[in-house]
């Protein structure tokens, strides 16, 4: 039933009623797009300086803050100097400062994502924001909150993202947004929004393996569609009190998305209320005029349709000057409210290159080489090591009593140089793929950032082996030409460790599920040879196929580690020695064949348009969503992942509790069906978890919910809840899910608000999305 109804709506404004087709551009309507004007929101003192020192301003001085000009960083905004406005200093990532030295390589999101865990994702955070703080940066390219989502396990950005999940996505942005900007930093979520997948190109590779004939793909969705699953983790980085939002490559049903009034004017800055500023990704604007009065604030990098384009169009009245005024009193607001304006780090060092100085364009930047690291290391590896997800363990880990270890393949050792083979960390292999040139710590692209040190596996292994008296051999290949050498060594190893990876890079999606450089043929080489079992460590960025190898009679023990940071020799001997006892889960579900997806989630070819078109038909039914509604079982679900002890569950019940919500930074306009706040809470969900095992650990308890049986077009279940505690053995604790009243809400798209369906929703709690014995029944009968 649920699929005969989900495509029904479209998204398209309230006040403009129609049945076109999704891919119908919007029409752009200068008269309704003068605004919204923002009046700062929370923030009403910062926006009060802002609006003041703008009218101080000359037209050009104006254009100049909207606009990005050479700097030292990776972008540099210009600055009114003679009113005491330097320019903004903007830089990725969201796995710590990119391009310059003296910073640590965090965990990319993707991977911190398994801890569920919101105190180390807020801290994560916190830790992450003081680094930016110490080198002058003003603006982080990051979270990456919703673009990617993933919606596509082929999808070759999905490492940058936290989860496909809208639930666990949405919290972990509101903690990493709070964390973040406590150092006084801004932080830009990003890419807003439906940036499920790269741009098709159908052109040859150029001379240096790059892509041409490249097109932006329109993202053609539904309303519901858009609200409850897509827009969730951005209206918490709204609610978060984000200075920035950055528009993304992709179009939206047809238009650009730096340029559409829908999800920039309407959506954006009208129903979430957002009073900071948006800004372009790296040659995302297409427009003057449009993307100005679509509501795009700020254009990066350059000088290319923003500057003296923007300036003539004022003049011309294309762009009213308060629509300019606009954009300054944005970006000025949140500067004010982060308080950069008085004793802030001066920016400290230069983009790409790390030596001392540098002249370019005949402007000389200098890099102090000022370390901001702190005790980071420490942190960072704890990160790691509670992000590392157990999902096989016949009991050969923790390991103990063992004499002799083999370690296997290119993964376990040092990278030839630490920022790979060039500045964006893959080499080239025939001009067509891209690999990591040693153990994979973090995926290609913005999303990453420089290690001053990588603690390869191969290291840590060592250094434990040598605390235990254990002797290692090591073969650190991949390739059959070195099958015979290790067959001698796994022949003598008691444990035999076999170390693959997939490493993923912006701008190319996945051309398959499998593992890097032959890595499913060096597990079953090394498990056919092997004097004892097996553990294999998977360095992913996404979902992979193991059915080729995962039943075979030697494989013990599978640690799917993803992309840990310059920590991860460090992290995994903590969990494989049993000093940390594994606790995450996968926040994502893995498949057992290709088929278990649906097929045309990426677009390859350019279609018969003008660009390529790709339609969201599956609705809300992405990752678990969609396995639960076609019945697929899938090889590890999401939420699942293995301890080294057990735990019981007892005593779930669901009690009425009202709750103001007291995290809000910047309230949202979000329209909603009932009294007081979306996001106060109304209900209280308890259940008991005992540690039934040998060993102290800590659990991950978990809450799914089912909507009534009248919400034909909701999936089967959704998370909406999540609690970790660590246990002493025989010890008993409470583990409480607060349920707001957005998290019970459905998104009407007739009435264009937020509304909770009266009926009986089923509340399920467990250790995973498929272990979940525990079922509470709540009848809601009134709107709240």
């Known amino acids: 039933m649920w699929s005969i109804f989900r495509n029904s709506l479209l998204l398209l ?139 596509s396990p082929y999808a070759g950005r999905n490492w940058e993202a936290f989860s496909p999940d809208p639930y666990l996505s949405s919290t972990m942005s509101f903690l990493t947004v709070k964390g973040m900007q406590e150092s006084g930093l801004i932080t830009c979520a990003k890419h807003y929004i439906l940036y499920e997948q790269e741009p098709v190109c159908d052109g040859p590779l150029d001379d240096e393996g790059g892509r041409t004939g490249c097109k932006d793909v329109s993202s053609d969705v539904y309303d519901k569609t858009m609200k409850e699953l897509y827009l969730p983790s951005f209206a918490e980085t709204v609610r978060a ?30 129903e979430l209320g957002f009073s900071g500023f948006v800004l372009s990704d790296f040659g995302a604007t297409h427009s003057t005029v449009s993307s100005a009065l679509g509501g795009m604030d700020m254009e990066l990098p350059g000088e290319h349709y923003y500057g003296k384009r923007l300036e003539r169009a004022v003049k011309k ?51 102090e080489h000022i370390n901001v690291k702190a005790d980071n290391a420490i942190y960072a590896r704890k990160v790691a090591a509670e992000s590392t997800v157990l999902l096989k363990n016949s009991g050969i880990l923790p390991l103990k009593d063992i004499r002799r270890i083999g370690v296997f393949g290119t993964d ?28 994979v710590t973090i995926g290609g692209g913005s999303g990453a950032a420089y290690a001053d040190y990588i603690a390869a596996p191969i290291e840590a292994i060592n250094m434990k082996a040598r605390q235990h008296g254990i002797r290692v051999d090591h073969v650190l290949h991949d390739d059959s030409a070195h099958f015979g050498s290790m067959g001698w060594v796994a022949y003598q190893s008691e444990v035999c460790i076999v170390f693959v990876s997939l490493f993923l890079v912006e701008g190319w999606d996945r051309e398959h599920l499998r593992l890097d450089k032959n890595g499913e043929d060096l597990i079953k080489h090394v498990e056919s040879n092997c004097a004892g079992e097996v553990v294999v460590v998977i360095h992913a960025g996404g979902q992979v196929i193991v059915e080729d190898w995962i039943d075979l009679p030697k494989i013990g023990a599978v640690l799917f580690a993803g992309y840990p940071g310059q920590e991860t020799g460090n992290a995994l001997v903590d969990i494989m020695w049993g000093d940390v006892n594994p606790s995450a889960k996968l926040p994502f579900t893995m498949g057992k064949s290709h088929k278990d997806w649906p097929t045309d989630n990426i677009v390859r070819h350019m279609g018969k348009g003008s660009y390529p078109v790709s339609k969201f038909a599956e609705g809300l039914a992405i990752d678990y969503k969609w396995f639960d509604e076609h019945n697929t079982t899938p090889r590890y679900e999401f939420g699942f992942g293995l301890s080294y002890t057990s735990f019981e569950y007892s005593g779930f019940e669901i009690e009425e509790e009202w709750g103001k919500v007291k995290d809000t930074i910047q309230k949202t306009n979000e329209r909603f069906e009932g009294r007081n706040d979306l996001y106060d809470t109304i209900y209280i969900a308890k259940v008991n978890v005992t540690n039934t095992g040998k060993v102290p650990g800590a659990e991950i308890a978990q809450l799914y919910m089912t909507f009534p049986k009248s919400e034909v077009e909701q999936p089967p279940k959704h998370l909406k809840g999540y609690g970790k505690k660590y246990l002493e053995v025989g010890q008993t604790t409470t583990i409480k899910f607060p349920l707001r009243k957005k998290d019970l809400s459905v998104w009407d798209v007739k009435k264009q608000l937020w509304t909770i369906p009266q009926g009986i929703f089923i509340f399920r709690v467990g250790n995973s999305s498929r272990s979940i014995p525990l079922k509470f029944e709540l009848e809601v009968k009134s709107l709240h």
């Not at 984000?242 to 998305?257: E, V």
């Not at 780090?345 to 100085?357: E, G």
């Open 412 to 439: 376990a050792d040092y990278p030839s140089t630490l920022s790979g083979c060039g500045p964006d960390l893959f080499c080239m292999v025939n001009s067509k793929r891209r690999y990591w040139n040693g153990t």
């Open 317 to 367: 009245g294309s762009v009213p000057e308060s629509r300019l005024d606009d954009m300054v009193h944005r970006i000025l607001t949140p500067w004010y409210a982060s308080n950069q304006d008085t004793d802030y780090p001066q920016i400290n060092y230069q983009k790409y290159d790390l030596s001392d100085s540098k002249t370019v364009n005949g402007h000389r930047f200098k890099n």
């Open 241 to 270: 009190g984000t200075g920035a939002i950055m528009c993304s490559y992709n179009k939206i049903n047809g238009t650009a998305a730096c340029e559409s009034n829908d999800a920039l004017n309407r959506i954006l800055k009208i």
């Open 13 to 151: 404004s309230p006040l403009i009623p129609s049945y076109l087709s999704p891919s119908t551009p919007q029409q752009f309507k200068p008269e309704r797009q003068h605004g919204p004007y923002t009046d700062g929101g929370s923030w009403s003192e910062a926006y009060g300086r802002a609006k003041d020192i703008t009218k101080k301003m000359t037209l050009e001085e104006k254009v100049n803050l909207t606009t990005a000009v050479i700097g030292p960083c990776q972008a540099n905004s210009g600055g009114v100097p003679r009113l005491g406005i330097s320019g903004l200093c903007f830089n990725d990532g969201p796995s710590g400062p990119r391009y310059t030295d003296f910073v640590t390589q965090w965990p990319s999101e993707f991977t911190a994502a398994a801890s569920f865990d919101r105190d180390l994702i807020e801290e994560r955070a916190r830790r992450i924001g003081r680094e930016f703080r110490g080198k002058g940066i003003n603006v982080e390219l990051g979270p990456v909150t919703g673009g990617p989502l993933g919606r």
